[in-house]
């Protein structure tokens, strides 16, 4: 039985949590604290949940000075998963690996889709990196898709306390989708559209994309943070996972350059261990087997103080991607739901 001191405190810090339920959320993550008050910045790894959403979100992100090291998982939703699959993986995501974050891949047409996205980052305390996903077929079905997910963003209440940035993509310069400078006027256009909603915006891209066209410097500049595709095992001069640091370093410093000190996420980001007719080397040297795949994610690890001591709060890293019945190659589940290797990462250093 509480005593009554005991009951008097509770009582007041529930009243105090449901009026002013996230007045403390420039706090930094404390992956060591036991405190009885709940650390209030989502998705810290030990954030809980208020009874009651608070009146907007400006407050409720932690700060992405913590958001370096591991972050979370890149997730294929091309097969469009069922809600109850979202609902399982995304707690595996968090629960077994301590993600922070789920960078969504591909696309879902399926009405309601990204509702249900909402719904399992909510019930697993994960936050999505969105998508926008103009595919390969340099097609305007992107419109469509760019037009249904801003709508979703709008009408669902929870969609803007778990979303935590809206990407266009996958490559959208690299594939020639969109002149550079028309895809910066659609990240203003987006970045105006959710202001109320205080969603950012950016875009999903190689540095050589950017360097392909000029440098694209609009696109950067529009950009609300850098979300880069790391995929070293493609560099002209790639030999095996464990010798990519100076390919990872040339893109990054690429991006220190000419980026503004914006907070920056390697988000495709991945070392494959098989080669298919989508994937292949331009290296004769380049190897693709599981012992590498395994030993790029090793080579990150290693490399934390490094990426957290990067302009614009360090460098968070997604692993590309969740399963290979998701990307052949590229996951940390082979087909049979098995991992292909030990895969404990440090979300912090």
Not at 224 to 243: E, G, K, R, V
């Amino acid at each position: 039985m509480f005593a009554a001191p005991l009951l008097a405190l509770l009582a007041a810090y529930v009243v105090s949590t449901l009026s002013h339920p996230l007045n403390h959320a420039s706090q930094k993550e404390d992956l060591g604290s036991k405190s009885l008050f709940p650390t209030p910045c989502f998705p810290a790894l030990d954030f809980h949940k208020p009874l009651f959403l608070p009146k907007d979100n400006t407050q409720w992100w932690c700060d992405p000075s913590t958001e370096y090291a591991f972050v979370g998982f890149s997730y294929e939703v091309t097969a469009c998963q069922s809600r109850e699959q979202l609902h399982k993986e995304f707690k595996d995501i968090r629960d077994h690996f301590k993600s922070r974050y789920v960078r969504l891949y591909g696309a879902c047409d399926r009405e309601g889709f990204y509702d249900d996205i909402v719904d399992a980052a909510w019930a697993n305390t994960l936050g999505v990196h969105a998508l926008i996903w103009f595919g390969f077929n340099l097609d305007d079905i992107w419109i469509g898709r760019r037009d249904t997910l801003l709508a979703a963003l709008h009408a669902n209440p929870r969609a803007k306390f778990v979303t935590r940035v809206l990407q266009f993509g996958s490559e959208p310069l690299f594939d020639g989708v969109l002149p550079h400078d028309q895809l910066a006027e659609q990240v203003l256009l987006a970045k105006a559209n959710l202001s109320s909603l205080h969603i950012p915006v950016t875009v999903s891209e190689l540095a050589f994309g950017y360097q392909e066209r000029g440098g694209a410097q609009d696109v950067l500049d529009a950009i609300d943070s850098i979300n880069i595709h790391m995929l070293p095992f493609f560099a002209q001069d790639a030999s095996t996972a464990d010798q990519a640091w100076p390919l990872v370093q040339r893109d990054l410093q690429w991006f220190i350059d000419h980026g503004d000190g914006k907070k920056m996420y390697f988000d495709e980001n991945g070392w494959p261990s098989v080669t298919s007719p989508s994937v292949q080397p331009n290296s004769p040297l380049a190897v693709a087997d599981i012992p590498n795949e395994h030993e790029y994610y090793v080579l990150l690890d290693q490399h934390c103080q490094d990426l957290k001591s990067v302009v614009g709060g360090g460098v968070g890293w997604f692993a590309h991607i969740y399963s290979d019945n998701q990307e052949p190659g590229y996951g940390i589940y082979n087909a049979n739901g098995q991992m292909k290797f030990p895969f404990a990462p440090r979300t912090h250093c």
